[in-house]
């Protein structure tokens, strides 16, 4: 069974489950047995979880990790040809465009940073 371990927040946060999940597709993967639930223990409350492989969480990482590995693929030259650069010709983001959500930014662990890439963003027009 996994263990995670955290020291930071001592809050049972999406970020934390999700980890703590993919460790188990990974060890279930490795050593071929089936690892149904890992443990979440946070350093600063003493408390351990146990966090159970929920296939419908897991589907939604798969599909957001899918996707983003999608979209990183487009970026990557072709093998064999040669990107030329123009001066009228605009970069992509280095980032897929933010999601812009009120509901789903709203407890967003990152919500501070991705307000300042959107800003920088306006700033340069990228």
Not at 62 to 86: F, I, V
Request: hydrophobic share 35%.
């Amino acid at each position: 069974m996994p263990l995670e371990i955290k020291t930071g927040r001592a809050t049972a946060g999406l970020e934390h489950r999700a980890q703590t999940m993919l460790y188990t597709l990974l060890m279930s993967e490795r050593y071929g047995e089936d690892i149904s639930s890992g443990l979440l223990y946070y350093t600063q409350s003493e408390e351990v979880l146990e966090v159970p492989r929920a296939r419908n969480e897991l589907r939604g990482l798969m599909m957001a990790r899918n996707d983003m590995a999608a979209w990183l693929t487009k970026r990557m030259p072709k093998e064999g040809s040669k990107k030329e650069h123009k001066e009228t010709e605009v970069e992509e983001a280095f980032l897929p465009a933010t999601i812009d959500d009120e509901r789903i930014c709203k407890r967003c662990y990152t919500l501070d940073t991705c307000m300042l890439y959107r800003k920088v963003r306006e700033f340069y027009a990228i």
